[in-house]
């Protein structure tokens, strides 16, 4: 093992992503002009930023620093630019609209572009069928959150678009979202494709329809079901309760979206909590939001609500709901515009706080992080495996009733194995990539239980994780849905892939700096999904004197393997929240 070099420094993490797509969304929603500031200028969210203004808000952005900042004008009562499957004259041609809304941001790595004209040589040549060909044609990249947003959305507005991405987008499964909103009213059908032809002149370009997804342990999903999807609005929608089979922040805000343009009260519920930043953001957008709460909540930080949670919520007074968390909307609210400044983003932030507990003599800071718990999970868990975390929250930020603050880590030599319960899941479920890693730095072995959700993300990730890690030399092992990381550290470099996923793309470049393993990393590029500057943020920690890992720091081999075979829950302290805030997406 070469020498390690120590990360020391502070840092802000980028803009926090959920918030970023959130936040243009909205304001894209809202009546009148939302000043907004610190959005994420990534590949995720400029589909989101470019949706949003092809279906006719006005976006004026411009890039300081890695972030954008400026104002977003709304729809607002008019409602987004949409098409009919009719191919009516008068209505909305996305043949010549398309090609006069300019994407206001060009990221360093371009994603495959969905649409028409000479500049889309390079898309797969598939004709859209005529009865499709009026609609405007949303490009999504390679991000779920765009697209199960924008359904809901949608699903509420008399008229009709085409919804696509790239091939990883196009191989999710959206029947999570598409039924709920079915039930609903809205209509989704397959988007084209069929056999490849000669494209028809003017015509925007969409890539073949999948018939099966290709990154799911679920049945095989019908092509109505998977993109290029159209998706047919109706208004006034029907109001439901709708109990969710999964705890997912997607699934929960499309329907709460959708409720807005329904007759009546739609609810949600979950057996977990699941990411709530829709819930505490609405309400800076005077959209009023009911939430109800289990009478006892599960001694876990992924349940535990925020105290500022109530604020501009109404309460349900004395009727908690006993089965799980359920959020409520009443039909027939409108948005508002508001002023809107992102904090950092804490599923990226996890990447340089791992990174400091695996380099011994660390201490590394990062600035104005969002503190909301459903996303801080991965601190409960690190913080039960021995490690040295300290948390202030900055409490002259707010961001609708979301908390801030700066968070420090410290190298702590022994760390100890855990055991994270399905229930933690929702709140760390893109950080396990990560945490997997350090897990291979703790004494015993990791028990990450639950984890099915990670085969229907960018990846099949549960197992890149595992042949990652073997690849490295580390032992880990699947068994169903649940993943074991027995300690042992890295002994190999031979780099694993990437697969075009962010989160493992950026787990492996902490391995091979925290290691040096001297990697040939491929993939690189991918971090630019979430979190652009990466790489430079890292090299600017690393600016210490280097220290060679000291031999009293970690287990040896023969520790590490007997250990292995010790309870999860002996190795470490008893669980406990990281911070005093204590009370999850696909």
């Given at each position: ?6 990360l020391?420094?502070?840092l ?8 970023s797509?959130?936040?243009?969304l909205?304001?894209?929603?809202a009546e009148g002009r939302s ?5 994420l ?11 949003v203004a ?5 976006v004026?952005l411009?890039e300081e ?6 104002s ?5 009562e008019r ?5 009919t ?5 008068g209505?909305?041609d996305a ?6 809304v ?6 360093a790595?371009?994603?495959p572009?969905?649409?028409c004209g000479?500049e889309h ?11 499709v060909?009026?609609?405007p044609?949303?490009?999504c990249?390679?991000?779920g959150t765009?697209?199960?947003l924008l ?5 509420g ?6 919804l696509?991405?790239d091939a990883?987008?196009r191989?999710?499964?959206m029947?999570?979202v598409?039924?709920?909103l079915?039930e ?13 032809a000669?494209?028809?002149k003017?015509?925007?370009?969409v ?5 099966t ?5 679920e ?6 079901q998977?993109l ?5 609005g109706?208004y006034?929608l029907?109001?439901i ?6 705890a997912?922040?997607q699934?929960k805000t499309a329907i709460i979206?959708?409720g807005?343009?329904a007759?009546?009260t739609t609810s949600?519920s979950?057996?977990?909590?699941s ?10 957008y005077g ?19 925020p105290?500022?949670?109530s ?6 007074g004395s009727g ?10 009443a ?7 508001c002023?809107?400044?992102?904090p ?5 932030a996890?990447?340089m706080?791992?990174?400091?507990a695996l380099?011994p003599?660390s201490e590394?800071t990062?600035r104005g992080l969002?503190?909301?718990p459903?996303?801080t999970?991965f ?7 021995g490690?040295d975390i ?9 961001m609708?009733?979301?908390s801030i603050?700066d ?7 022994q ?5 994270v319960?399905p ?9 396990l990539p ?5 897990a ?21 990730r549960?197992a ?9 030399g580390?032992?880990a092992?699947a068994?169903?849905?649940d993943?074991?990381v027995?300690a042992?550290?890295p002994t190999r470099?031979?780099?694993?892939p990437?697969l075009g996923?962010h ?6 470049a902490v ?5 040096g393993?001297g990697l ?6 991918a ?6 500057g990466f790489?430079s943020?890292?090299r ?5 004197p ?12 023969a ?6 075979r010790?309870?999860?829950r002996?190795?470490?302290?008893p669980?406990g929240s990281?911070?005093?805030l204590?009370a999850?997406?696909?």
């Open positions: 093992m070469k020498p390690i070099p120590p020391r420094g502070s802000r993490a980028p803009a926090d992503k959920s918030l797509h959130r936040v243009a909205f304001s894209a929603m000043q907004v500031s610190g959005l200028s990534s590949l995720d969210v400029c589909s989101t930023l470019n949706a092809l279906l006719g808000a006005q004026e411009v620093d890695g972030a954008l900042s400026g977003i004008t709304g729809w607002g409602g987004p630019r949409l098409g499957a009719c191919g009516d004259a209505l909305f043949a010549t609209e398309h090609k006069r300019r994407p206001f941001c060009v990221p790595v371009a994603p572009v969905i649409g000479e040589k390079r898309d797969v040549p598939f004709c859209v069928p005529a009865a060909a009026t609609l044609v949303i490009d990249g390679n991000s765009t697209v199960r359904m809901g959305v949608l699903a507005w008399p008229g009709s678009a085409l696509s991405g990883s987008l191989a999710r499964p029947h999570r598409t039924a709920p079915t609903m009213g809205a209509t989704f059908s397959a988007g084209g494709g069929g056999a490849a000669a494209p028809t003017g015509a925007p370009v890539p073949p329809a999948f018939a997804t290709t990154a799911t342990s049945a095989a999903v019908p092509a109505a998977t290029p999807l159209v998706v047919a109706h006034p029907r109001a309760s709708y109990r969710s089979p999964v997912s922040a699934v979206l959708a807005l343009r007759q009546g949600v979950e057996s977990a909590l990411r709530d930043h829709t819930e505490l953001l609405l309400p800076a959209v009023q939001i009911e939430r109800l709460l289990p009478a006892k909540q599960p001694d876990t930080p992924a349940a535990n609500v105290a500022q949670a604020v501009g919520t109404h309460s349900s908690l709901s006993a089965t799980g968390f359920t959020v409520r909307v039909g027939g609210q409108q948005l508002c515009a002023a809107m400044r992102v950092g983003d804490p599923s990226s996890a990447f706080l791992v990174a400091a380099a003599n590394v990062v969002l503190l909301n459903t996303r999970g601190l409960a868990v690190m913080r039960r495996m490690a300290t948390v202030r929250e900055d409490r002259d930020w707010r609708g009733a979301e603050g968070v420090t880590l410290r190298y702590s030599p760390l100890s194995a855990t055991e319960a229930e933690e899941v929702p709140s760390l479920i893109d950080e990560i945490l997997a890693l350090l291979t730095a703790a004494r015993g072995t990791t028990l990450f239980r639950g984890v099915g959700e990670l085969r229907v993300k960018e990846s099949d549960l890149a994780i595992v042949a990652g890690l073997q690849a490295l580390c032992k092992h068994q169903g849905d993943l074991f027995q042992g550290l470099a031979v780099a694993p990437a996923d989160r493992l793309a950026m787990t492996w391995a091979d700096a925290v290691f393993l040939a990393l491929d993939g690189r590029e971090v630019a999904v979430s979190y652009p790489f943020d890292l600017s920690l690393q600016t210490s280097i220290v060679t890992l000291p031999a009293s720091s970690m287990p040896a081999a520790e590490r393997s007997s250990a292995g010790r309870a999860p002996e190795a470490g302290p669980c990281p911070f005093k204590a999850d997406d696909l």
